[in-house]
């Protein structure tokens, strides 16, 4: 458009309403979930490492299909429904939230060598300075809570908690 030099008026791209609302980059709006950890937890859960929606949000478990919380509570180690809001609520019952590797990938699978060499230091530093009371006695492994994880039915995953509890309970924790 013309002004009155002559010159052309600058415009605005016509989709600029878009380009302002566009979310960043993907990996910008990623956040690294905090420790919840402290001296003399009963159980520390290691995850291997935040997930798509997890990292988004900044909480634990938080994926669409994810049964970690539903587990905590129907098991007994939780004495009430929590939500992935709720994660760093865990403390306030003898139990701690971690990952190996730090950083968010959309499966664990995408993890490489090098991310557990060099979490596993860090990890072991941070639970030796927690002193979870589970450490040393016995380490559960449990299945992956995730929805993605089609290999063991969610009984099969609940049964593993269940088995957690019920030794926390004979060893008085």
């Not at 979930?33 to 937890?41: F, S």
């Not at 730090?102 to 002193?131: C, F, H, M, Q, V």
């Not at 969610?154 to 924790?173: D, E, I």
């Amino acid at each position: 458009m013309p002004g009155s030099g002559g010159e052309t008026q600058d415009r605005l791209p016509s989709n600029v309403g878009a380009l302002l609302a566009a979310p960043p980059p993907l990996q910008a709006m990623r956040r690294e979930l905090p420790d919840y950890l402290r001296p003399g937890l009963d159980v520390v859960f290691v995850g291997f490492n935040p997930g798509d929606r997890s990292s988004r949000i900044g909480h634990y478990y938080a994926g669409r299909g994810n049964q970690f919380w539903n587990f905590l509570f129907e098991s007994g180690l939780a004495p009430e429904r929590l939500r992935p809001e709720d994660d760093r609520r865990v403390l306030e019952f003898g139990l701690g939230l971690t990952d190996v590797v730090k950083r968010w990938s959309k499966s664990s699978n995408d993890l490489r060598t090098a991310d557990y060499r060099e979490g596993i230091p860090l990890l072991r530093a941070k639970l030796k300075e927690a002193a979870p009371r589970v450490e040393g006695a016995r380490v559960f492994v449990l299945p992956s809570t995730s929805g993605r994880n089609g290999s063991l039915t969610r009984a099969r995953k609940l049964a593993y908690f269940c088995s957690l509890a019920r030794w926390m309970k004979r060893h008085g924790q």
